[in-house]
């Protein structure tokens, strides 16, 4: 059995030449200074070095940095089967459209070889590291000379008695089809030696996605305060002789495959369900974009392989390292806080705790903003429960893109449907790798009496949006709900986000406008507030940046504070960089994927991007606008978004821009949440002109904006701080943030 850590090596045909230098896998181009624009892929790329980056970080935990690590394998994996599939798609289609950048399909996926080698070696190095440091915690990995007597005897009988029953030896020869290997599946090559006749045969196990990635020894089979995890492949290498009784097993090799995932739909498709669940079969067994390879792999076992799952435009990656690093994650979760950051609770909103948990009384009293995940994703769901059980309510309408596999959003629809409440769902199918939970959560709704809508063919709908409409002494009321993030409790616990609420009764006719968008195609006539995408909402966003460069031209303040999670629309770049131009000062919070080169003299001079990464995941929109005075001021134009800065959102998915006109909840948003990220310096990272990234350095002691929201009172009620008998004041340095 080898080490699961070591060296990677990769290699391709033609369409994804590997680079000769590794400088050539950082550099994004020789004449960066003179190109306008950043590469979607490679900036996509560099996120993915920052997480890694982050996997290094000596102030976390050591199963944090673990989690950082497997969270890197994950994204690769999703870029693999989504953005390189695609460019592959494109070469094999003849299809020469350059990107933002200049660069063909062709010349996108040589840059992208190289940059993939690199980051997949050094995710090796990161694994090799803390597989060490894991060892002297007693907590061993794949580490077979712990394992005592008895703990083999039971890691014998969990192969025969687990792992046996479900896996099937097969070979491979003339008289044997090939099997299918699905998606992110795995599997043995073994290549045996026949005892009686000495003829050689090659046989394959593969290996059930139900399995678990590894196997736990039991606590009383090992030493006091150890944990030990043996891989379930290198178990069943271990124990293969009992599988092949009269033959001598020559060698062995583990493999893994990736397929192209995206599922493409005709937009006139008549039956949209059933047309999705098709191509949900067909993505299963889409071409192979990458074979993962033991870099001792037998030859022979290799060809037959390469050519029997097609492998003609894929990578193929070998390593003597770990095969799969997202399936890390199964290790993070042993139970040892003491190699964790602290366990963190999200506080209940006070403003709804005052009311004694009524939603409806808090909100109609005053707008509310909560602020995940510091503050609970509970009173989400908590609306939404109140809507069902309320007699007064009458109606509900929601927008669900991603709900989770265990939703309490859900079953409150379904409760309000069968109390003989009017629901209606915007169930959105085309939410990627959610397409198959979605489309179970909505027969279940329809079965309860849901009214579900599945959208528009063609764009999805990726607003956060929820109507409560109530029955009330004077008269119907709409309580709506805004969010940046989607109504899943899962995410809601890493991802930071704002949801707001409100009982305006403006926003509360636009919402319904938008609704009735959305499930009738009723495109609304006017928007008082609101700003929809694909119809309004990138002329707003013009609007408010055209104003800004009025301001400046004419010497009043100018500014742009941006937070988002990617910008890649080149309208909405050459606007910005128009603004820069102009003299309004730009600051941008972009967390992953920005095609924007800042600071390029004549171009870009006055605008700055920075992204943060750290403990949560930034994800939520704030989009704010001096208006003629200081930042951040009183007057300052403030929204909240479900849409980033792409064309996909601004002209091809159903969007929402919410202003924020309650001087409390504007106040919060834009003095608060968007000025605590401007002053991170803890876990943010400068964009420089040539595309590389650099951590913020400061003078003294640096701002950490999560510690910041997690040591403080909640933004929707008053309640004392935790740790400080008063919220400290945020304020930019002289000049600009910091």
């Known amino acids: 059995m080898k080490k699961e850590a070591a060296t990677t090596t990769m290699s391709s ?3 994804i030449e590997r680079a000769n230098t590794p400088d050539a896998a950082v550099r994004e181009t020789e004449t960066a200074s003179e190109v306008a624009y950043f590469n979607r892929e490679l900036t996509w790329l560099s996120f993915n070095e920052r997480v890694l980056a982050e996997a290094c970080n000596e102030q976390y935990p050591l199963l944090e940095r673990l989690r950082f690590l497997s969270i890197s394998g994950s994204n690769l994996d ?8 695609g460019l592959v798609g494109q070469v094999q289609r003849g299809i020469a459209k350059p990107a933002i950048d200049g660069r063909t399909p062709t010349q996108q996926l040589s840059a992208i070889r190289a940059k993939l080698a690199m980051l997949s070696a050094w995710q090796q190095d990161i694994w090799r590291d803390l597989h060490d440091r894991l060892a002297e915690t007693d907590i061993h990995v794949a580490d077979e000379q712990r394992v005592e007597p008895a703990a083999h005897n039971w890691l014998k009988a969990f192969f025969l008695e687990e792992i046996v029953p479900v896996i099937t030896p097969q070979a491979l020869d003339p008289a044997h089809p090939f099997p299918f290997v699905q998606n992110e599946g795995k599997g043995l090559l073994f290549t045996l030696t026949r005892d009686a006749d000495q003829e050689q045969i090659i046989e394959m196990i593969l290996i059930p996605s139900a399995l678990p990635r590894f196997v736990r020894v039991p606590t009383n089979q090992s030493g006091p305060g150890e944990a030990i995890y043996i891989s379930i492949a290198s178990l069943i290498q271990r124990y293969a002789h009992t599988l092949f009784p009269g033959f001598t097993i020559e060698g062995d090799g583990l493999f893994r495959v990736l397929r192209d995932s995206d599922i493409e739909i005709e937009e006139e498709a008549e039956d949209l369900v059933r047309t999705f669940r098709s191509a949900i079969q067909r993505r299963r067994r889409g071409q192979v974009i990458q074979l993962e390879l033991e870099d001792d792999f037998d030859p022979k076992a290799e060809a037959i392989l390469l050519e029997q799952l097609g492998v003609h435009e894929a990578a193929v990656i070998k390593t003597d390292g770990m095969i799969g690093i997202d399936g890390l994650a199964e290790i993070v979760g042993e139970d040892r806080p003491d190699l964790k950051f602290d366990a963190y609770s999200p506080r209940y909103p006070e403003r709804i705790r005052e009311h004694d948990g009524d939603a409806f009384s808090a909100i109609r009293e005053k707008d509310i903003i909560i602020h995940h995940p510091y503050e609970s994703f509970e009173v989400v769901v908590d609306f939404i429960k109140q809507a069902a059980e309320d007699p007064d309510v009458v109606a509900i309408k929601q927008t669900l893109y991603r709900a989770g596999s265990q939703s309490a959003v859900i079953s409150a629809l379904i409760d309000a449907a069968e109390r003989g409440k009017s629901v209606t769902a915007v ?5 990627r790798f959610d397409e198959e939970q979605n489309l179970t959560w909505a027969t279940k709704l329809e079965r309860a009496g849901v009214q579900v809508i599945y959208g528009f063919t063609d764009w999805k709908t990726h607003a956060k949006v929820a109507m409560v409409v109530r029955r009330e002494d004077d008269g119907f009321r709409t309580y709506c709900h805004f969010g940046t993030g989607n109504y899943h409790p899962v995410t809601a616990k890493v991802y930071t986000d704002l949801s707001f609420f409100t009982a305006d009764p403006v926003l509360g006719r636009d919402a319904a406008k938008m609704m009735n968008f959305v499930t009738g195609y009723v495109e ?23 104003v800004e460069i009025s301001n400046a031209v004419a010497g009043k303040p100018a500014a742009i504070w941006l937070k988002c999670n990617q910008i890649t629309d080149q309208g909405m770049i050459d606007r910005l960089y128009a603004a820069s131009d102009a003299g309004v000062q730009v600051e941008l919070v972009v967390r992953g994927i920005c095609c924007l080169r800042p600071g390029v003299p004549g171009m870009s001079d006055n605008i700055r991007v920075k992204s943060i990464i750290g403990r949560f995941l930034e994800h939520s929109r704030i989009y704010a606008f001096a208006n003629g005075e200081a930042m951040p001021g009183p007057n300052a134009a403030v929204f909240i978004s479900s849409a980033d800065l792409m064309g996909r959102n601004l002209d091809r998915r159903v969007e929402s821009l919410i202003p924020i006109l309650n001087r409390t909840v504007h106040d919060q948003v834009l003095q608060q949440v968007l000025l605590a990220n401007m002053l991170d310096t803890e ?3 400068w964009l420089q002109s040539d595309g590389s990234y650099s951590r913020v350095e400061t003078e003294g002691k640096a701002f950490n904006c999560h510690r910041y ?3 403080n009172p909640s933004l929707s009620g008053r309640g004392g701080a935790l740790e400080a008998d008063s919220v400290p004041k945020l304020a930019l340095r002289k000049g600009r943030s910091a």
Do not use: H
């Open 13 to 15: 045909t033609p369409i």
């Open 78 to 85: 999703e870029f693999m089967m989504i953005r390189v599939a």
């Open 427 to 431: 169930v959105e199918l085309k939410a």
């Open 524 to 546: 609304p006539g006017s928007l008082d507030l609101i700003s929809i995408a694909p119809l309004n909402l990138r002329e707003e966003l013009y609007r408010r940046i055209d």
């Open 683 to 685: 876990q943010s990272w």
């Open 709 to 711: 929201f997690m040591t």
